[in-house]
């Protein structure tokens, strides 16, 4: 199974995938799930590999900008680097530039090497990525999560990336635990109204995976 997930920058999608996977993790947040109506595809119950459309991305920027292989780009994404233009700036300068030869570009480098197993893609921001996993392996193995969590900043509305899957449908909204039904009602005002329709899964994720919801929870 191949499970995509889309949240705004600083949610969370890296954090969510090193506490699914046991690696090193600071960040102690649980999660609520909720399940769309319709979904009857299962959520993530053990580990899965980490693949990331961007990481690709990421390499060919780095050497086209005379940069080390072990630039922290995580620390100085918004920055200025060069022509008044972020390092972030230049990912998205770039990669559009490839899709527009073939919109899957990236998505098949990601890909190039996957045979079979699970795996949970960190940064889904596009339908063309989804179209072409789901090409790959058929939709029935694609799962869709959406995470949401109030501290994460809004991006600004002319954000070239980071609203393209808001008016999406997932199979699968993740909050915080804490006030989650807060967090949803918020994710449905922010996001999407269709949040509001979906069902409060009877388990959430920690660093055990999957727990029992307990009365109260």
């Not at 009857?40 to 693949?51: E, G, S």
């Amino acid at each position: 199974m191949i499970y995509l997930i889309s949240a705004y920058k600083g949610t969370g999608k890296d954090t969510l995938y090193k506490m699914l996977s046991g690696g090193k993790c600071t960040a102690k947040f649980k999660w609520s799930v909720y399940r769309y109506p319709k979904c009857d595809k299962p959520m993530i119950t053990q580990t899965a590999r980490r693949i990331a459309f961007a990481d690709e991305l990421k390499k060919v920027v780095k050497r086209r900008l005379g940069l080390p292989p072990d630039f922290d780009e995580k620390k100085f994404k918004d920055r200025r680097i060069r022509d008044r233009m972020s390092f972030r700036d230049f990912c998205i300068q770039i990669g559009e530039a490839k899709k527009k030869g073939d919109p899957h570009y990236w998505a098949k480098k990601a890909f190039k090497d996957y045979v079979d197993g699970d795996v949970l893609v960190t940064d889904w921001r596009f339908q063309s990525e989804l179209d072409y996993v789901q090409s790959l392996v058929g939709p029935e193995n694609v799962v869709t999560i959406r995470l949401f969590r109030q501290g994460a900043p809004v991006p600004d509305d002319d954000d070239p990336i980071e609203h393209q899957l808001d008016r999406y449908t997932p199979d699968y909204l993740i909050v915080p635990l804490k006030k989650d039904s807060d967090q949803v009602a918020l994710a449905t005002k922010r996001i999407n109204p269709v949040f509001s329709q979906y069902d409060k899964c009877d388990y959430y994720l920690d660093h055990q995976y999957i727990r029992p919801v307990k009365k109260g929870q």
